[in-house]
């Protein structure tokens, strides 16, 4: 049974800095990209960061980049967002996702895997 854990969501002051964690089990890491969405209130699913299973990186620009960084940590079958800079905007569920194909897609649809969401809140 495939799972993914998010954890590592809570409240946080405008301008903090927060480390999600992705850890995953009943599949094998190493041939997976990982994906970062998030859901922020009243709006739609979004893709914030994303790794190749090769550790090719990609961000969303308009959002995150410069800010956010995703890595991954293969023999802990764990993948991390260090997430800088936080604003309020920020608010959202974060997901984290695998993707089959080992590459990173900005659409949620090539990810087969989700785990349940962690809740990150950024006061002002």
């Known amino acids: 049974q495939v799972q993914l854990v998010e954890s590592g969501g809570v409240l946080v002051q405008a301008g903090g800095s927060l480390i999600l964690s992705c850890a995953a089990s009943?599949?094998?890491?190493?041939?997976?990209?990982i994906g970062w969405f998030r859901e922020p209130p009243g709006n739609v699913r979004e893709f914030a960061a994303g790794i190749s299973r090769s550790g090719v990186v990609r961000y969303n620009a308009d959002s995150v980049k410069g800010r956010f960084t995703i890595s991954r940590d293969n023999a802990k079958n764990t993948a991390y967002l260090q997430m800088n800079s936080l604003q309020p905007e920020d608010t959202a569920v974060y997901y984290c996702a695998a993707n089959p194909t080992g590459t990173v897609t900005m659409s949620d649809r090539f990810y087969e895997y989700w785990g349940q969401g962690t809740q990150v809140t950024v006061s002002s």
């Open positions: 009943g599949l094998t890491f190493i041939m997976y990209a």
